[in-house]
Nanobody, 123 residues
Framework: VQLVESGGGLVQAGGSLRLSCQVS????????IAWFRQAPGKEQEEVSC????????AYAVSVKGRFTISSDNVKNTVFLQMDSLKPEDTAVYSC?????????????????WGQGTQVTVSS
């Protein structure tokens, strides 16, 4: 299994960015993809999850209503659309995969990780 993120960058507060996670190596839909972030000096936070089996989604309270997770099954890519960005959204964002069949939940154990991409929101 391989996960490759792209799409990070620098944006002003109130702006938008879309992150992509190219997923490869799965033979079925028994997995979930999540986006995590970690800012310097802070704990890692799971911000969103999508289930490959039923396409359900879940969001952390901190991003609900501003971030949208989606998938393109043809391209095997998961996206994180981030709108109304705030300086506190600044972090390294990583996508991860869990081997699981079920709805999206912010509690799975993730076995595979991408390399991460930096998102910086200026005030």
């Amino acid at each position: 299994v391989q996960l490759v993120e792209s799409g990070g960058g620098l944006v002003q507060a109130g702006g938008s960015l879309r992150l992509s996670c190219q997923v490869s190596g799965f033979d079925d839909d028994d997995y979930a993809i999540a986006w995590f972030r970690q800012a310097p000096g802070k704990e890692q936070e799971e911000v969103s999850c999508i289930s490959a089996s039923d396409s359900s989604t879940a969001y952390a309270v901190s991003v609900k209503g501003r971030f949208t997770i989606s998938s393109d099954n043809v391209k095997n890519t998961v996206f994180l659309q981030m709108d109304s960005l705030k300086p506190e959204d600044t972090a390294v964002y990583s996508c991860a995969a869990a081997i699981v069949r079920g709805p999206a939940l912010l509690r799975y154990t993730y076995d595979y990780w991408g390399q991460g991409t930096q998102v910086t929101v200026s005030s």
